[in-house]
């Protein structure tokens, strides 16, 4: 079912999104949302972590892709160092 309703942009930018919506899609305080926007829509896109499953499933592919186009531990650790360097 699709809920509407309506609320106000404050002054500080801060918008309220409305009970019925939050208890809709089980919203929580600290809720985070990648906000979007094309000419005069706005959508925001709850972000929700992976499971644990999903998650090693990515880190699975991520070793393959490293295994696979030759990096190693050592560039990784040269990498970390020279990003931390340019701070």
């Not at 942009?9 to 801060?14: A, D, E, I, V």
């Not at 829509?41 to 499933?57: G, R, T, Y």
């Amino acid at each position: 079912m699709t809920v509407a309703a309506t609320t106000t942009l404050s002054s500080k930018g801060q918008v309220v999104i409305p009970e019925e919506i939050r208890n809709q899609l089980g919203l929580e305080a600290g809720a985070q949302f990648v906000v979007i926007a094309d000419r005069d829509v706005v959508i925001f896109k709850l972000l929700e972590p992976p499971s644990l499953k999903d998650f090693a499933s990515l880190v699975t592919q991520a070793r393959q892709a490293a295994k696979k186009s030759g990096m190693r531990q050592a560039d990784i650790a040269n990498a970390v160092k020279k990003v931390r360097r340019s701070r």
